[in-house]
Protein backbone atom coordinates (compact mmCIF):
# COMPACT_ATOMS: atom_id res chain seq x y z
CA UNK A 1 0.00 0.00 0.00
CA UNK A 2 1.45 3.35 -1.12
CA UNK A 3 1.29 5.84 1.67
CA UNK A 4 2.70 8.90 -0.79
CA UNK A 5 2.36 8.65 -4.46
CA UNK A 6 3.34 10.90 -7.16
CA UNK A 7 2.69 10.99 -11.11
CA UNK A 8 4.40 11.27 -13.04
CA UNK A 9 7.43 9.36 -12.12
CA UNK A 10 9.62 10.94 -14.91
CA UNK A 11 8.48 14.13 -17.00
CA UNK A 12 10.30 15.67 -19.84
CA UNK A 13 9.09 18.63 -21.72
CA UNK A 14 10.02 21.74 -23.88
CA UNK A 15 10.27 25.23 -22.35
CA UNK A 16 7.62 27.24 -21.70
CA UNK A 17 5.21 24.31 -21.58
CA UNK A 18 2.17 24.13 -18.66
CA UNK A 19 2.89 21.04 -16.87
CA UNK A 20 1.00 19.27 -13.94
CA UNK A 21 2.53 16.66 -11.18
CA UNK A 22 -0.54 15.03 -9.14
CA UNK A 23 0.20 13.90 -5.26
CA UNK A 24 -1.60 11.58 -3.48
CA UNK A 25 -1.57 10.37 0.42
CA UNK A 26 -3.66 7.57 1.98
CA UNK A 27 -2.29 8.50 5.43
CA UNK A 28 -5.18 10.66 6.88
CA UNK A 29 -2.07 13.46 7.42
CA UNK A 30 -3.35 16.87 7.42
CA UNK A 31 -0.16 18.60 6.09
CA UNK A 32 1.32 18.47 2.55
CA UNK A 33 4.15 19.60 1.31
CA UNK A 34 5.99 19.94 -2.26
CA UNK A 35 10.03 20.37 -2.02
CA UNK A 36 12.64 20.94 -5.04
CA UNK A 37 15.72 19.16 -4.77
CA UNK A 38 17.97 20.20 -7.30
CA UNK A 39 21.68 19.10 -8.59
CA UNK A 40 23.27 19.75 -5.63
CA UNK A 41 20.90 17.90 -3.29
CA UNK A 42 19.35 20.37 -1.49
CA UNK A 43 15.68 20.10 -0.14
CA UNK A 44 14.28 23.17 -0.70
CA UNK A 45 10.38 23.86 0.77
CA UNK A 46 8.08 25.03 -2.03
CA UNK A 47 4.78 25.02 -0.24
CA UNK A 48 2.81 23.43 2.02
CA UNK A 49 -0.98 22.93 3.24
CA UNK A 50 -2.90 22.22 5.98
CA UNK A 51 -6.73 21.24 5.55
CA UNK A 52 -6.72 23.04 2.37
CA UNK A 53 -5.13 26.04 3.27
CA UNK A 54 -1.38 27.72 2.03
CA UNK A 55 0.69 27.94 5.40
CA UNK A 56 4.53 28.14 3.86
CA UNK A 57 4.92 30.14 0.60
CA UNK A 58 8.20 30.34 0.18
CA UNK A 59 10.02 32.64 -2.74
CA UNK A 60 9.05 30.53 -5.28
CA UNK A 61 7.99 32.40 -8.58
CA UNK A 62 4.38 32.56 -9.36
CA UNK A 63 4.50 30.45 -12.18
CA UNK A 64 4.72 27.53 -9.33
CA UNK A 65 0.72 26.87 -8.54
CA UNK A 66 -0.20 24.43 -5.43
CA UNK A 67 -3.63 23.20 -5.71
CA UNK A 68 -5.48 21.24 -3.21
CA UNK A 69 -9.11 19.71 -4.14
CA UNK A 70 -8.94 17.60 -0.91
CA UNK A 71 -7.03 17.00 1.86
CA UNK A 72 -5.25 13.66 0.75
CA UNK A 73 -4.26 15.66 -2.58
CA UNK A 74 -1.94 18.57 -3.15
CA UNK A 75 -1.19 19.08 -7.13
CA UNK A 76 1.82 21.18 -8.28
CA UNK A 77 1.17 22.82 -11.62
CA UNK A 78 3.67 24.78 -13.27
CA UNK A 79 3.24 27.20 -16.45
CA UNK A 80 5.80 28.41 -18.63
CA UNK A 81 8.81 25.87 -18.00
CA UNK A 82 12.67 27.72 -17.46
CA UNK A 83 15.63 25.45 -17.97
CA UNK A 84 16.15 26.27 -14.45
CA UNK A 85 12.76 24.22 -13.53
CA UNK A 86 15.04 20.97 -13.86
CA UNK A 87 14.67 19.02 -11.03
CA UNK A 88 13.08 16.43 -8.79
CA UNK A 89 10.27 17.42 -7.08
CA UNK A 90 9.03 15.81 -3.83
CA UNK A 91 5.44 15.41 -2.34
CA UNK A 92 5.74 14.67 1.33
CA UNK A 93 3.04 14.72 4.16
CA UNK A 94 2.71 14.96 8.29
CA UNK A 95 0.51 14.46 10.52
CA UNK A 96 0.67 17.67 12.26
CA UNK A 97 1.49 21.47 10.75
CA UNK A 98 3.68 22.28 13.97
CA UNK A 99 4.69 21.61 17.68
CA UNK A 100 6.60 18.40 18.63
CA UNK A 101 7.66 15.20 16.67
CA UNK A 102 6.58 15.73 13.13
CA UNK A 103 7.91 13.39 10.98
CA UNK A 104 7.23 13.86 7.02
CA UNK A 105 6.51 11.18 4.67
CA UNK A 106 8.03 11.43 0.98
CA UNK A 107 6.42 10.02 -2.17
CA UNK A 108 8.86 9.20 -4.89
CA UNK A 109 9.57 12.24 -6.71
CA UNK A 110 9.67 13.01 -10.10
CA UNK A 111 12.06 13.63 -12.09
CA UNK A 112 11.45 16.61 -14.22
CA UNK A 113 13.54 17.93 -17.36
CA UNK A 114 13.37 20.84 -19.16
CA UNK A 115 14.35 20.80 -23.07
CA UNK B 1 19.97 33.34 8.18
CA UNK B 2 19.51 30.04 9.36
CA UNK B 3 22.48 27.57 8.44
CA UNK B 4 22.55 23.49 8.54
CA UNK B 5 26.49 22.40 7.76
CA UNK B 6 26.82 18.57 7.35
CA UNK B 7 30.45 16.91 6.05
CA UNK B 8 29.77 16.79 2.12
CA UNK B 9 31.00 13.22 1.80
CA UNK B 10 32.36 10.42 3.87
CA UNK B 11 33.34 6.90 3.11
CA UNK B 12 33.78 4.31 5.61
CA UNK B 13 34.34 0.04 5.71
CA UNK B 14 31.75 -2.00 5.49
CA UNK B 15 31.61 -3.83 9.26
CA UNK B 16 33.14 -0.44 11.01
CA UNK B 17 31.58 2.60 12.65
CA UNK B 18 30.90 5.78 10.90
CA UNK B 19 29.91 8.96 12.91
CA UNK B 20 28.10 11.86 10.65
CA UNK B 21 28.13 15.33 12.25
CA UNK B 22 25.82 18.01 11.36
CA UNK B 23 25.86 21.46 13.27
CA UNK B 24 22.87 24.39 12.60
CA UNK B 25 21.95 27.59 13.83
CA UNK B 26 17.86 28.37 13.40
CA UNK B 27 15.67 30.61 14.60
CA UNK B 28 14.64 28.69 17.32
CA UNK B 29 14.72 24.97 17.61
CA UNK B 30 11.93 22.26 17.76
CA UNK B 31 13.52 19.15 16.83
CA UNK B 32 16.47 17.69 14.65
CA UNK B 33 15.33 14.86 12.09
CA UNK B 34 17.69 12.56 10.55
CA UNK B 35 17.01 11.02 6.81
CA UNK B 36 18.55 8.23 4.41
CA UNK B 37 17.92 8.85 0.96
CA UNK B 38 19.37 6.53 -1.14
CA UNK B 39 20.36 7.62 -4.86
CA UNK B 40 17.18 8.50 -6.91
CA UNK B 41 14.93 7.48 -4.27
CA UNK B 42 13.10 9.66 -1.77
CA UNK B 43 14.41 10.34 2.05
CA UNK B 44 13.01 8.26 4.42
CA UNK B 45 12.95 9.01 8.51
CA UNK B 46 15.47 7.41 10.67
CA UNK B 47 15.52 9.50 13.62
CA UNK B 48 13.87 12.94 15.35
CA UNK B 49 16.02 14.57 19.24
CA UNK B 50 14.03 17.28 20.72
CA UNK B 51 16.03 16.70 24.35
CA UNK B 52 19.89 16.28 24.91
CA UNK B 53 21.44 13.11 24.61
CA UNK B 54 21.43 9.71 22.77
CA UNK B 55 18.82 7.95 21.05
CA UNK B 56 19.53 4.46 19.57
CA UNK B 57 17.80 2.39 17.78
CA UNK B 58 19.27 -0.92 16.63
CA UNK B 59 22.34 0.39 14.49
CA UNK B 60 21.60 3.57 14.42
CA UNK B 61 21.83 6.06 16.88
CA UNK B 62 21.69 10.05 16.92
CA UNK B 63 22.83 12.28 19.16
CA UNK B 64 21.79 16.04 20.04
CA UNK B 65 23.77 19.14 21.97
CA UNK B 66 21.13 22.16 21.90
CA UNK B 67 23.59 24.28 23.44
CA UNK B 68 26.59 23.51 21.17
CA UNK B 69 23.93 23.65 18.14
CA UNK B 70 25.20 19.90 17.12
CA UNK B 71 23.80 16.70 16.48
CA UNK B 72 25.55 13.42 15.29
CA UNK B 73 24.49 10.28 13.50
CA UNK B 74 26.57 6.84 14.66
CA UNK B 75 26.39 4.07 12.22
CA UNK B 76 27.89 0.51 13.30
CA UNK B 77 28.60 -2.68 12.06
CA UNK B 78 28.07 -0.68 8.05
CA UNK B 79 27.00 -2.61 5.45
CA UNK B 80 26.86 -1.81 2.25
CA UNK B 81 23.21 -1.36 1.93
CA UNK B 82 24.06 1.96 4.38
CA UNK B 83 25.90 3.92 1.15
CA UNK B 84 23.16 6.70 0.88
CA UNK B 85 22.86 10.53 1.73
CA UNK B 86 22.01 11.39 5.39
CA UNK B 87 20.13 14.90 5.62
CA UNK B 88 20.19 16.21 9.03
CA UNK B 89 17.14 18.45 9.09
CA UNK B 90 15.94 21.08 12.53
CA UNK B 91 12.78 22.22 13.02
CA UNK B 92 12.71 26.07 13.63
CA UNK B 93 10.56 28.07 15.77
CA UNK B 94 8.07 28.21 12.81
CA UNK B 95 8.20 24.25 12.85
CA UNK B 96 9.44 24.86 9.22
CA UNK B 97 12.28 21.90 8.30
CA UNK B 98 15.72 23.70 7.47
CA UNK B 99 17.42 21.24 5.46
CA UNK B 100 20.93 20.48 5.03
CA UNK B 101 22.65 19.53 1.90
CA UNK B 102 23.14 15.83 2.90
CA UNK B 103 26.52 13.63 3.53
CA UNK B 104 26.83 11.34 0.71
CA UNK B 105 28.60 7.73 2.71
CA UNK B 106 30.28 5.65 0.88
CA UNK B 107 30.92 1.98 1.84
CA UNK B 108 33.58 0.36 0.80
CA UNK B 109 34.22 -3.61 1.21
Known amino acids: DTAVSQTPKYLVTQMGNDKSIKCEQN?????MYWYKQDSKKFLKIMFS???????INETVPNRFSPKSPDKAHLNLHINSLELGDSAVYFC??????????????FGPGTRLTVL | GQNIDQPTEMTATEGAIVQINCTYQ??????LFWYQQHAGEAPTFLSY??LDGLEEKGRFSSFLSRSKGYSYLLLKELQMKDSASYLC??????????WGAGTKLIIKP
Open chain 1, 92 to 105: ASSQVPSGGYNEQF
Open chain 1, 27 to 31: LGHDT
Open chain 1, 49 to 55: YNNKELI
Open chain 2, 26 to 31: TSGFNG
Open chain 2, 49 to 50: NV
Open chain 2, 89 to 98: AVMDSNYQLI
